[in-house]
């Protein structure tokens, strides 16, 4: 009888049945756990805190419901129970093209006009529970009406050369009304008002180069005037520059020609004078310029020049 052998197995035993499954399973609650605290747990420190920027305001809301405006810097909430609004606080221009008006004499225009704003750090809230801080639909219900309304008020006030003429008291006066009239509600400070362009019919255009041309020529003419004038008077200046010239030479020499004559006046005057003091000083004048010779031809009868006898001797 040959021996009894035991047989051995080829491989191990079948685990239970659902044993290796309920292991990986578990793995990988374990694993997506781990992973879900941990994006639980960023999402708990970088919510907890945010910045606000120097240019922004910030609109804390708890569940929907307004909290507190937030100024800038680094501040802490509640994660996802609060959430944060930002409001711009920035200047922004808004231009309105051809914003059609009227002038003072009636010409009609079309006006391109900017408006300079800001929201107002007072009104944050405000602008946050109106408008959702939407700061283009703001503008569209607060600030369109009005400058549509003022800007050509204000305009209608000046006629069409001035409003060219003083742009500036022009801007001044838009920006004051406008300002006045959305003081009862001011969700914005308005910082100015440009009328940049003003376009007039091409009629008016045409009537205005007619004028200036017509204007230029007048000038043109008025100074042609005034430099013949200014000619005129050089020449009147000249003349009466010669003629006081002549006159001053005139003057001159009579007053020359009396000078002279008073001293031979005088001159002889004081040889009669003397003559008549001296009854030889002709004789001796004539012996001095004697020459000491005699005439080579006389008269009959004429007795010798210059030599006196004395008889009584």
């Given amino acids: 009888m040959p021996p009894i052998t035991r047989a051995t197995p080829d491989a191990d035993p079948l685990p239970p049945i659902g044993g290796r499954e309920n292991s990986t399973f578990g793995r990988a609650f374990v694993i997506g756990g781990g992973v879900a605290l941990f994006l639980f747990a960023i999402s708990i420190i970088f919510g907890s805190w945010y910045t606000i920027d120097q240019t922004e305001r910030g609109v804390l809301l708890r569940n929907g419901a307004f909290v507190a405006v937030v100024q800038p810097g680094l501040h802490f909430k509640l994660p996802w129970l609060e959430s944060v609004y930002k409001i711009d606080m920035q200047t922004h221009k808004f231009e309105y093209t051809k914003v059609n008006s009227y002038s003072a004499d009636q010409q009609p225009a079309d006006l391109k006009i900017s408006v300079i704003l800001h929201v107002d ?41 001035r409003a060219i003429s003083e742009r500036g008291q022009l801007n001044a006066d838009a920006a004051k009304a406008l300002t006045d009239a959305m003081s009862y509600d001011p969700v914005f400070g308005v910082e100015g008002v440009q009328v940049e362009d003003i376009e007039f019919s091409p009629d008016y255009i045409k009537s205005v180069e007619a004028r200036m041309q017509a204007e230029v020529q007048v000038q043109q003419k008025q100074q042609e005037l005034a430099q013949e004038k200014i000619k005129a008077q050089i020449a009147v200046t000249q003349a009466e520059g010669e003629a006081n010239s002549q006159r001053a030479r005139a003057e001159g020499q009579a007053a020359a020609i009396r000078l ?7 001159a002889i005057k004081a040889r009669a004078d003397a003559l008549a003091k001296n009854e030889n000083l002709i004789a001796l004048t004539t012996a001095e310029k004697w020459d000491g010779r005699l005439p080579e031809t006389m008269l009959p009868g004429g007795a010798v020049p210059f030599l006196t006898l004395n008889t009584s001797k």
């Fill in 260 to 266: 002279k004559g008073e001293a031979e006046a005088a």
């Fill in 121 to 161: 750090p007072g009104k944050v809230a405000e602008m946050y529970s109106r408008f959702g801080g939407d700061t283009q639909a703001a503008v569209s219900r607060l600030v369109t009406p009005h400058m549509n309304q003022e800007v050509k008020v204000v305009f209608g006030k000046y006629t069409a050369a």
